[in-house]
T-cell receptor, first 111, second 118 residues
Framework: GEDVEQSLFLSVREGDSSVINCTYT??????LYWYKQEPGAGLQLLTYIFSNMDMKQDQRLTVLLNKKDKHLSLRIADTQTGDSAIYFCAERKDSNYQLIWGAGTKLIIKP | DTGVSQDPRHKITKRGQNVTFRCDPISEHNRLYWYRQTLGQGPEFLTYFQNEAQLEKSRLLSDRFSAERPKGSFSTLEIQRTEQGDSAMYLC????????????????FGAGTRLSVL
């Protein structure tokens, strides 16, 4: 995951918004993804954004994309205890559809 | 067919033994990927297939590793002469790969096989 960077931890209070940030390096990536991983489970796709968009909203999730700065963020509104997980940002290499991953951000919910 | 399935979920082996993992993708998906994930890291790409053809292999895939997808459906990943450094979660994903960069080509993951080499 050396091409994609994320903070390792984020701690928020239940009910607040969580914002998880990611920077990537390949400006030609056409798709960027957010996946969620709970303990002992596989990777679950949360949402994705095409590079010609700057925002995508899906219920409590909002993705913002700044192509100029190669910055991607995931906002989770009204964070709940069930949102506790590791969140991975990934960019897609169009040459072979390989995903390049960040190291993941562990979201910790405080009561 | 509810998703990607991997077998076994856990494998404990002694150093030097061979192990084989299986992945059954979502049935209509033509692309299949193998990744490796170690603790505290994101997944690392190992290899991918389009139908039965193995199109790319990472330099992480040493000659002790081999993957097959004989009929373009399920795939196997074999590790020969396992080493302690092979201990990791091995993840399989599949996607419906349509031509062109505008295809979302979403990869759906199985729960993984956790390998422990003693």
């Amino acid at each position: 995951g050396e091409d994609v960077e994320q903070s390792l931890f984020l701690s928020v209070r239940e009910g607040d918004s969580s914002v998880i940030n990611c920077t990537y390096t390949d400006s030609s990536s056409t798709y960027l993804y957010w996946y969620k991983q709970e303990p002992g489970a596989g990777l679950q796709l949360l949402t994705y954004i095409f590079s010609n968009m700057d925002m995508k909203q899906d219920q409590r999730l909002t993705v913002l994309l700044n192509k100029k700065d190669k910055h991607l963020s995931l906002r989770i509104a009204d964070t709940q205890t069930g949102d506790s997980a590791i969140y991975f940002c990934a960019e897609r290499k169009d040459s072979n559809y390989q995903l390049i991953w960040g190291a993941g951000t562990k979201l910790i919910i405080k009561p | 067919d509810t998703g990607v399935s991997q077998d076994p979920r856990h494998k404990i082996t002694k150093r030097g033994q061979n192990v084989t993992f299986r992945c059954d993708p979502i049935s209509e998906h033509n692309r299949l990927y193998w990744y490796r994930q170690t603790l505290g890291q994101g997944p690392e790409f190992l290899t991918y297939f389009q139908n039965e053809a193995q199109l790319e292999k990472s330099r992480l895939l040493s000659d002790r590793f081999s993957a097959e997808r004989p009929k373009g459906s399920f795939s196997t990943l074999e590790i020969q002469r396992t080493e302690q450094g092979d201990s990791a979660m091995y993840l399989c994903a599949s996607s419906l790969g349509l031509a062109g960069p505008t295809s979302s080509n979403i990869q759906y993951f199985g729960a993984g096989t956790r390998l422990s080499v003693l």
